[in-house]
């Protein structure tokens, strides 16, 4: 499993199990504690919080959660890897 496929099946699990908070900021810390224990070397910019990390990452979590669902991108050099959508 290549290093950006290890990070897809994380954002997978990060994003079902988010979705069952009704607080934002509770889940979007929720995913942010997940990433930062498995990827620390990986900055992170989100909707709640702003951006964390960001000197010299290769891999940038690109968190949104509102009402309606939980999203989660990972770009490299700002190239958009994958996205990953969890409907609510």
Do not use: H
Request: charged content about 30%; aromatic content about 14%; proline content about 1%.
């Amino acid at each position: 499993m290549t290093k950006i496929e290890k990070r897809i099946e994380y954002a997978k699990k990060f994003a079902k199990s988010a979705s069952s908070y009704t607080n934002f900021r509770k889940a979007e810390a929720y995913i942010i504690g997940f990433i930062f224990n498995k990827f620390p070397e990986d900055s992170i910019l989100a909707t709640q919080s702003g951006e964390i990390n960001v000197a010299n990452s290769v891999y940038c979590w690109v968190i949104d959660i509102n009402d309606k669902y939980v999203s989660i991108e990972i770009k490299t050099d700002l190239k958009i890897e994958d996205r990953v959508v969890y409907e609510k």
